[in-house]
């Protein structure tokens, strides 16, 4: 009889042991996506490092005394960047929660087999004669089985606080997306007058002629020049001037619509954009601007010139021959 309880005890051992076996080999794989998920969070804070160190870059920069319009455009693209850049490591620390949520259950599951280890080789121990050797090994798989519970609940807290940095960096993300969004706009629109200035009002140009093209509508382009500024400036002073600029380009907006392109040419001219329009109909819109301006407090005028969009057009095209047609009202060849 005693020959068959050793033989059981024997057996069971050696179950324990092949089951022991595919759980360190499952204990194996779990370290591995432990090393994933750490190789992600590094990613994650690398690129957290990254985007804080453009932002402060932007930031000192704006700050500086001088600072051009062209050198705030850079600044807008550059905290743009850092804002994909906080993306990228909210995608990552996402990626690393999901994998420790996976690594923390596999450890879970791990330690429940260690529990049933233990337990087989206490059953093999007790139908036997219990050795120091077997005694050893139940309070070792006991052990392990505590130690894969404490792995699995720290991968459970680490993956929530992966998950909260998480929306920590959205948060972050969302503000400097607002902020970028001003600075792009103040970098594109003139500060007097706040029509787009001229670099970014010729991308829109482009953009509406590329898309008229494309939809077989009609575009008409008017240049505008502003009568007499010089001689308010020369004689009423460069307030007055000033004040004059902002009527002209509060009157463009008023009476175009607001999907129509303004924008501060020069000194004294205006360009605007007038997409799926006749020049019948602009002629008349610009009549209404012509008469907000002399009925405001600016009692200014303007002198417009118009042409549309024909075959094989550029901008510089169209342009060209507005302002020819206003120097024509104007008697000037």
């Known amino acids: 009889m005693q020959g068959l309880d050793d033989a059981s005890g024997v057996e069971s051992d050696q179950a ?19 090393q994933t998920a750490s190789d992600e969070d590094q990613t994650a804070s690398d690129d ?10 932007a930031s000192d920069q704006e700050l500086a005394p001088g600072t051009s319009e062209q050198a705030r455009g850079r600044l807008s693209a550059q905290r743009e960047h850092a804002t994909e850049l906080r993306a990228g ?3 990552a620390r996402l990626d690393t929660a999901a994998t420790r949520d996976v690594t923390a259950a596999e450890r879970a599951r791990i330690a429940a087999t260690r529990d049933r280890i233990a337990n087989r080789r206490g059953r093999g121990a007790a139908a036997g004669a219990v050795t120091g050797e077997q005694a050893l090994r139940v309070a070792r798989d006991r052990r392990r089985a505590a ?10 807290l680490r993956a929530a606080a992966e998950r909260e940095e998480s929306a920590r960096d959205r948060t972050v993300a969302s503000r400097e997306r607002v902020q ?6 103040a970098a594109e629109v003139d500060e007097l007058t706040h029509a787009r200035r001229r670099g970014a009002g010729i991308e829109q140009l482009e953009r509406e002629l590329e898309r008229s093209c494309r939809a077989g509508e009609g575009l008409v382009v008017a240049f505008i020049d502003v009568d007499g500024l010089k001689q308010v400036n020369d004689t009423e002073g460069h307030l007055a001037g000033d004040a004059l600029l902002i009527a002209v380009a509060d009157s463009l907006r008023a009476c175009l619509r607001s999907y129509d392109l303004v924008m501060r040419f020069g000194g004294d001219e205006f360009v605007c954009a007038l997409p799926n329009s006749s020049l019948e109909q602009v002629r008349g ?18 002198t417009v010139g118009f042409t549309e969009l024909a075959g094989g057009d550029r901008v510089e095209d169209l342009i060209r021959r507005a302002d020819a047609d206003l120097l024509a009202r104007r008697g000037v060849r």
């Open 16 to 34: 324990a042991s092949e089951e022991d076996q595919t759980t360190s080999d499952s204990d194996q794989t779990a370290s591995d996506r432990d």
């Open 48 to 57: 957290d490092q990254s985007a804080s160190d453009e932002d402060q870059a």
């Open 89 to 91: 490591g909210t995608r």
């Open 147 to 156: 130690d894969d519970r404490a792995k699995a609940a720290a991968d459970r």
């Open 180 to 185: 970028a969004a001003l600075d792009r706009e």
């Open 285 to 302: 819109r610009f009549g209404e601007v012509s008469r907000s301006l002399q009925a405001g407090p600016a009692a200014g005028s303007i």
